[in-house]
């Protein structure tokens, strides 16, 4: 009997591991960045958002003046869009807005240009106001 709850246990940890990985091309892998309200007057305004894609996962991280998220996000690939989904705060950084939404949007490759409409990032710091942020890729599989 315990060798078959240690089976049935395995297969379990097996399971959870493969719901964690992500199954998405190459063309994504890669550091992308966004700065918001760079320019501000009042340094405190500036926030810095990145998304690292990798083949096993994707975070997403803010950092400004009193701001640090970090999220642990799913994807579904469709031809050249990334539908973006939360999946997990890391380091203790949970937002109420992921009360109103887990929707980080979609990622959107056209001529080498990505850009991002993002439900989150709207309702996070944009008053709700819709936006497309456009993204500027540093490093992919490829560099």
């Not at 550091?31 to 096993?56: F, G, M, P, Q």
Request: charged share 25%.
């Amino acid at each position: 009997m315990k060798n078959i709850i240690l089976i049935v246990f395995v297969l379990f940890l097996s399971c959870k591991e493969a719901d964690n990985k992500i199954a998405i091309s190459e063309k994504w892998y890669g550091t992308y960045s966004l700065a918001l309200n760079e320019d501000s007057e009042d340094w405190r305004d500036a926030h810095y958002i990145s998304l690292v894609i990798t083949k096993d996962s994707i975070m997403y991280e803010a950092e400004g003046y009193q701001l640090f998220h970090s999220y642990k996000l799913s994807a579904v690939e469709n031809d050249n869009t990334l539908k973006l989904t939360f999946s997990k705060a890391l380091r203790n950084t949970e937002s109420p807005t992921l009360e109103k939404t887990k929707d980080f949007g979609i990622l959107t490759l056209q001529n080498n240009n990505y850009t991002w409409e993002s439900p989150f990032m709207d309702a996070y710091y944009n008053d709700g106001k819709k936006e497309k942020y456009v993204l500027k890729k540093t490093k992919g599989i490829s560099d």
